[in-house]
Structure formats: structure tokens, C-alpha cells
């Protein structure tokens, strides 16, 4: 897909301009107090500069390395025994000898496994329940942000939160700012190629495919890249993906690209595989071989500034000509 | 077939079985006629139908000779299939409870496929010949549990052990699927039975097997009918039932093998079908076994179509529509004053 030194060259250069942003952030707040957060269940007051912290969110998981920050503790990825392949690289070059223990799945959690890492700060994903909060609370102080109903860039503020909570904020902004410009810059070099037109995200399988829902923050990316993300008018309000559709309904995927995620590592197999498929065969952008497999556990799991960075970066390798 | 009975005015004043066999064939031209007609999509009856006469526009062509067409030849083989497996089951164990799907046969084969994709297989070639062999599998540990001999007298001990086996093969599917989330994706939907997006090639890789056995069940008819008279009875006809017996093992695992392969597990057709045919026909195997090859594939055509359009634009997996109507006749059976012993 794309490389990790390429990814690593990349993170540098961030870096560099976060580390620079966080320097003025510095001079401009140096009053910097122990903060007390606005989050889903009340105020909530963290360290100063916590050091021992466990993520139970991919989304944070992703915010706080964004931030320059390896957790103890984290879990897994969707479909993974591990965290994700796109943060996989991240560490390498974070921390190449520490990785964060495994502490469960997300709607799985291993108190204990959260308990032996002896965190100082836990930062949760916005669907965390109130009683695992309340005995996670108790663990240490818990963030977790307000639930919004499902759109593309609920992850900014959620970033954002968890970017406060590190006492990174400027980190995490700079990495949100330099998203836009990024993703900014790829819509312009893509309406310069002529690649443009409507786009569906879909998971396939052999029954029929799953259409993700526009508000997902893949789909965002896709629509910031210039495309045209729609679902066909098949996902219920606030749902994140439809019901798998019957296959003679599949002329209602018209979009002019078509994204195919897969929990597999072997997207192009999970391809191949929809292909034998005649019902998919004669889609407008399988004819037209505008079948792009994605990532599953990066596409339709994962949020967060990294996340969306690599999600460019696919987007850019598959897209440009 | 000499054994079989077919054309003669049934015992007690029952219409001749030709001539139900006849209005079954009937009704199951029209379900066929109703799952090329009827889909979830946008291609109405008036377009599948103009496909049948052979006009119609593209996209209707495709929907009724690509989907469709395959769904439906599918669906016929899978009830006669699972029709037949079920009323042999029946016969074999004595016991109008015996079901595949309850007596461990179908989870047998879909942990069988769950372990082969685990360890690596290919999906697609190994499938059949799994399936059949982990059906195999299932269905003898099952009956070597309750030990074959003593299934008359309990039925209900036969369907316990059937159930239990079912659940510990269950879970352990689940956790190879817990294991491996790779194969996960491949299984999950294939262990919800359902025809959509089957392959017509896999159905051609089975139509042997499935010859096979309907030829061993055609020859089974005779003796497993001797067989319900008693064991001496059938021993003092030339019989042996001991051979008899795993003959018929072995083809229910062929059918259900095969089913199960091709469509995922579907619960309770053979358990429903074999319960109508003997309602029609009374309880001579000889007899039964004609009708369950067209009510099979009625009741899996029948739910097959109900499935597309209850949720349209998406669909139910048969699986759960044949439980659906299947679960009430399991009641009804297990509720009547006295359990018929076959």
C-alpha cells in the first residue's frame, strides 16, 4: 500500500512543524495549570503531565502518538490481534522497543490488564458505557468525549479532547490543521489530473455488499479529496453502514468509484474474490477497473490525524495517475 | 422402483399418492415460477416475465438468468436434499424428532469448513468434500452417543445428545472464528444458511454426490420399510438391518454434506417436510419419501422468496425464515399426547 519509511519521512517533517507550533503554544500558556476537562461525564480534572496512559479508543490511541506520546496500554483493532497496521509504523519510529500492552477489544475491555498497567490518565471512546466508567474512573481519571450524532469529523473534536487531556493541545491541532492543507492540496492535484466523480465505500461479501454511511470519517476524506462519497439512500439515520444489500439491487452502487474494504490484509485476494461474483462483474466502476481495496481495519475502524494522514496517502497512491 | 408404492389408493381411504405427488409437482412449478419472478431489486414481475419469454431488457436479463435462475435451481436441490436426508433420518432412528440440523449433522459440517479454512484451504474446492465429511462425522457421533439400537424407545434422548453436540460443535466454531477473524469474514455469513450469491459451480461440483445417494435411497426404500416393522421382521424378510442402518447414515451425510456446502446450514426442512409428507401420505417410507422430494424444495423456494422481500432492498437469510416456520411444527410435535414412534 504505501511504505513505512515513506510514512516515517512524512512524520518527521510533522514533527518538526508540531514540535515548533508546541513551542510557541508554550511561550503563549506557559501558565498552564492542573486542567480540569469538559468531557461526556462531567468535569473531570487530570495530572499535569500524566505519564502512564491507556487508551481504550483507537481513535485516541492514534491522537496521543499524533501528539508524540506512546500509551502503555491500548487496544486492539478491529478485526486485529494487534493495534493497527497504520500505527504500527508509527511506533517503529515513536518507540521502537516499547509497545503499548494489549489491554482488550473495544467493546471488551480487560479492567485488569488496564488495572496492571497502573495508568495515570485513561482516555476512552465516546460510546464507553456508564458502568465501565465507573469502575475505570476509579482506575484513574477517565476522558471520554461527548457522543455526537454520526458525522465525518466528529474525530476532530475528539482529537482535540484527548489532545487537551495530554497536555498536547497544540500538538494535535497543528496535526489537524496540517490535514487540511493536506487534504486540500490533494483535491487540487486530483481535479488538476481530471480524477473526480461520485464514490461508494462498501464492505463486500459473498451475499451482497454492506454500503458504509457518508458520515463515516473515511468518507470524509474521500469527499475532501474531491469525490463525491454518496450511500445510495441505503443507510439508515446515524447508522454507520447499511444492511447487506441483495445483489439485485446492486445497480444502486453507480458511483463512478468504488471503495472495497476488507478486514484482510489481502484486499486485492478480497477483490479477486467479488469478482467471481457476476452481480459485481458488471458494476459501472468495476467495468471501468475504478476498484480501489482498502485497508478495513484503517478505512472503516480507525480514526484520528495518523489515520486520516494515511487514508491520503492511499487515497493519493490510487487515485493520481 | 418396484418397492415403491407409487399410484395406488393409499390405506384408509387416502387420495392416491400419484395424485398428490402430482398437485405438489404443481404448486412447485408455480414456487419455481414465483422465485424467477420475485426478487428484492427493482425487476418487477412484468420484467422477469418478458425475460421468460425471451424478450426483456438487459438488466432484467441479468437479474433472472444470472441470480435468479441459479437461486432457484439451487434452492430445488437443497430441499429434495435436505427433504430426503430428513425423512430417512426419521426412518433410521425411528424417531419423528430427528432432524439434521438437530442431530449434530449440520454443525458437524460447518465445523468441518470452519477448521479447514482455520488450517489454510482454499474455500472454494475444498468446501464440498469437507462439508460431507465433517457431516459424516457429526451425524455418527451423534448416533454412536445414544448407541443406534435404543432409539426407538427415546426419542427425546436422541435429540438431547443431537442438541448437545450441536451446541459443543457451536462453540467451537465460534472459537476457531475467534481465533482467526480472516476466516471469520469468509464464515460468518456462510454459517447462516441462505441461496443468494451461491455459486452455480459449486452446485455442479455436488450433483454426483448427490446421484449417489438418491441411487442408495431409491435401493434403501424396501429394506428401511421392512425395518419399521421391527428388526426381527426385517431380519426374517433377508434384511440386515446393521448394514441398512449405516447405509443410511451415510447417505444423510452425502445430502446434508451437500446442502449444507452449497447453502450454509438451514434448519428445520428436514424436519418440516418429512412431518407434511407423512400428514399426506401416512408413515410407509415408500410412500413419504416421493413427496418430500417436491415439498423440499417448496418450503426452501417458498421461504427463499419470502426472505427477498419481507426486508427489501435487503434480504433475510433463509436460515432464519425455515426456523421461523419450522420451530411451531417442532412444538406441535414434541406437544401431541403421544410422541409416534416411526
Do not use: F
Given at each position: 500500500m504505501f511504505s513505512a519509511s515513506h510514512i516515517v519521512r512524512r512524520w518527521t517533517r510533522r514533527r518538526a512543524l508540531t514540535l515548533f507550533a508546541a513551542a510557541l503554544c508554550l511561550v503563549l500558556?506557559?501558565?498552564?495549570?492542573a486542567r480540569t476537562l469538559d468531557t461526556a461525564h462531567g468535569e473531570v480534572e487530570v495530572p499535569e503531565s500524566p505519564e502512564r496512559i491507556v487508551t481504550l479508543y483507537e481513535g485516541a490511541l492514534d491522537a496521543a502518538l499524533a501528539a508524540g506520546i506512546v500509551p502503555v496500554g491500548a487496544v486492539t483493532t478491529r478485526?486485529?490481534?494487534?493495534?493497527a497496521g497504520y500505527i504500527e509504523a508509527h511506533l517503529d519510529a515513536l518507540s521502537p522497543d516499547a509497545r503499548p500492552a494489549i489491554v482488550g477489544v473495544v467493546r471488551e475491555l480487560n479492567l485488569e490488564a488496564v488495572l496492571a498497567q497502573r495508568p495515570d490518565l485513561i482516555l476512552a471512546a465516546p460510546q464507553l458505557s456508564a458502568e465501565q466508567y465507573a469502575l475505570l474512573s476509579r482506575i484513574a481519571p477517565t476522558v471520554v468525549p461527548a457522543t455526537r450524532p454520526l458525522a465525518a469529523d466528529n474525530w476532530q473534536a475528539e482529537a482535540r479532547l484527548y489532545g487537551e487531556a495530554l497536555g498536547r493541545a497544540a500538538e494535535v491541532e497543528a496535526a489537524i490543521a496540517e490535514l487540511a492543507t493536506r487534504s486540500a492540496a490533494l483535491a487540487e492535484a486530483l481535479a488538476a489530473a481530471g480524477v473526480n466523480g461520485s464514490a461508494n465505500l462498501i464492505r463486500w461479501m459473498p451475499q451482497g455488499p454492506m454500503v458504509m454511511s457518508a458520515q463515516l470519517f473515511a468518507s470524509g476524506l474521500i469527499e475532501a479529496a474531491g469525490l463525491e462519497i454518496g450511500d445510495a439512500g441505503l443507510?439508515?439515520?446515524?447508522?454507520s453502514h447499511s444492511d447487506p444489500l441483495s445483489l439485485e439491487n446492486l445497480s444502486r452502487l453507480d458511483g463512478d468509484w468504488l471503495f472495497l474494504a476488507t478486514l484482510n490484509a489481502e484486499g486485492q485476494e478480497a477483490l479477486d474474490a467479488a469478482r467471481t461474483s457476476p452481480a459485481f462483474a458488471r458494476l459501472p466502476a468495476v467495468q471501468a477497473e475504478r476498484v480501489v481495496p482498502v485497508d478495513g481495519q484503517l478505512w472503516t475502524s480507525a480514526n484520528g490525524p495518523l489515520a486520516a494522514q494515511a487514508i491520503l496517502d492511499h487515497l493519493e497512491a490510487a487515485l493520481l495517475p | 422402483m418396484a418397492g415403491l408404492a407409487i399410484g395406488r389408493a393409499g390405506p384408509r381411504g387416502r387420495p392416491g399418492l400419484a395424485r398428490i405427488a402430482l398437485a405438489l409437482g404443481g404448486l412447485l412449478l408455480l414456487a419455481a415460477l414465483a422465485s424467477l419472478l420475485l426478487?428484492?431489486?427493482?425487476?418487477?414481475p412484468a420484467r422477469a416475465l418478458a425475460v421468460l419469454l425471451g424478450g426483456g431488457d438487459e438488466e432484467a436479463r441479468f437479474v433472472v438468468g444470472a441470480l435468479r435462475g441459479p437461486r432457484t435451481l439451487i434452492g430445488i436441490v437443497v430441499g429434495v436434499a435436505l427433504g430426503v436426508a430428513g425423512a430417512l433420518l426419521q426412518a433410521v432412528s425411528r424417531n419423528?424428532?430427528?432432524?439434521p440440523g438437530l442431530l449434530g449433522v449440520s454443525a458437524g459440517a460447518a465445523f468441518a469448513v470452519a477448521l479447514a479454512l482455520w488450517l489454510g484451504a482454499s474455500a472454494a474446492t475444498l468446501r464440498i468434500a469437507v462439508g460431507q465429511l465433517g457431516a459424516l462425522v457429526g451425524c455418527a457421533c451423534v448416533l454412536s452417543v445414544v448407541r443406534l439400537r435404543g432409539l426407538g424407545g427415546d426419542p427425546v434422548r436422541l435429540i438431547l445428545a443431537g442438541a448437545t453436540f450441536t451446541a459443543l460443535l457451536g462453540s467451537l466454531t465460534s472459537l476457531l472464528l475467534l481465533f482467526d477473524q480472516r476466516s471469520a469474514d469468509e464464515i460468518r455469513f456462510w454459517?447462516?444458511?441462505?441461496?443468494?450469491?451461491?455459486?452455480l459451480e459449486d452446485l455442479l461440483a455436488v450433483l454426483p454426490s448427490l446421484a449417489v445417494a438418491l441411487g442408495l435411497t431409491l435401493w434403501m426404500a424396501r429394506p428401511l420399510a421392512a425395518l419399521a416393522l421391527g428388526e426381527r421382521v426385517a431380519a426374517g424378510l433377508g434384511h440386515r438391518p446393521g448394514r441398512v442402518r449405516l447405509v443410511v447414515v451415510l447417505v444423510v451425510a452425502l445430502l446434508v454434506g451437500a446442502a449444507t456446502a452449497i447453502a450454509g446450514p438451514i434448519a428445520f426442512v428436514g424436519l418440516v417436510v418429512p412431518f407434511a409428507a407423512r400428514a399426506l401420505a401416512g408413515p410407509d417410507i415408500r410412500r413419504t419419501l416421493w413427496l418430500c422430494m417436491p415439498l423440499g424444495p417448496l418450503m426452501v423456494l417458498g421461504a427463499d422468496v419470502t426472505s427477498r422481500l419481507l426486508v427489501a432492498p435487503s434480504e433475510l437469510p433463509l436460515g432464519v425464515l425455515t426456523a421461523l416456520l419450522g420451530a411451531p411444527v417442532l412444538v406441535a410435535v414434541v406437544r401431541a399426547r403421544r410422541l409416534p414412534t416411526l
Open positions: 500558556s506557559s501558565t498552564a495549570e478485526g486485529g490481534d494487534g493495534v443507510v439508515r439515520e446515524g447508522g | 426478487g428484492a431489486g427493482e425487476v418487477g419423528p424428532l430427528a432432524e454459517v447462516i444458511g441462505s441461496l443468494a450469491g451461491r455459486r
